[in-house]
């Protein structure tokens, strides 16, 4: 049975950093890219970031780019993600994601997503 449980969301203030984390159970972990998504309140969820496990190159959606780090530790199936300079529209219920497959559109990585979600964890940056 595979499980994600994700950790590391808070209440920050505009400007300050998280780090999160996220372990994976129940699956081959270093044969899996993995990826950060994100929901707002009233909003569909959004592509954060991404690291696929065959290339040495990250992935991420154009708000966070230069202020978002996706890391990952195969030996701990855990994967991270490094939030600095947040925003209060970075305010948002986080899911990390074992990607089930992936691509490329237009010089756009296109994550594609897997049954296997988590509770997610709750990032709220004030003004």
């Known amino acids: 049975q595979v499980q994600v449980v994700e950790s590391g969301g808070g209440i920050v203030h505009a400007g300050g950093s998280l780090k999160l984390s996220c372990v994976v159970s129940g699956l081959n972990f270093r044969i899996y890219s993995m990826a950060w998504f994100r929901q707002a309140p009233g909003k569909e969820r959004e592509f954060v970031a991404a690291?696929?496990?065959?290339?040495?190159?990250?992935y991420y959606e154009d708000s966070v780019k230069g202020r978002f780090t996706i890391s990952r530790d195969n030996a701990k199936n855990t994967v991270f993600l490094q939030m600095n300079d947040l925003r209060p529209e970075d305010t948002a219920v986080y899911y990390c994601?074992?990607?089930?497959?992936?691509?490329?559109?237009?010089?756009?990585?296109?994550?594609?997503?897997?049954?296997?979600w988590g509770q997610g964890t709750q990032v709220t940056v004030s003004s």
């Open positions: 994601n074992p990607l089930r497959g992936e691509g490329m559109s237009g010089g756009r990585f296109v994550p594609k997503s897997s049954e296997y």
């Open positions: 690291d696929p496990y065959a290339s040495p190159g990250t």
